[in-house]
């Protein structure tokens, strides 16, 4: 099965997209339980990786993002050839 340059840039943008949000919720979990902690004088140590507001994006992304990076990759192993080269 081939697709077109034009579908695979969309695929990738999907991709890129997620993981951007993935990685934005992340950050904003951890510097944001950092800034609350300095601002509230607490230890560095506080992320807000446990909170629900968090947890649930992070799940969700992390999921999403997992799930096409193997529809992306998972055909590229099965259909390999014995040559090591893709059909």
Request: without cysteine; hydrophobic residues 60%.
């Amino acid at each position: 099965m081939k697709l077109s340059d034009k579908k695979i840039g969309r695929f990738l943008l999907v991709v890129e997209g997620l993981g951007t949000a993935f990685v934005g919720v992340f950050l904003a979990a951890y510097l944001g339980g950092l800034l609350v902690a300095y601002l509230g004088g607490q230890p560095l140590t506080m992320v807000l990786h446990s909170e629900l507001a968090f947890r649930v994006p992070l799940f969700v992304l992390g999921g999403a993002l997992l799930f096409l990076l193997m529809a992306a990759f998972l055909p590229l192993v099965l259909l390999e050839d014995k040559t090591g080269e893709a059909s």
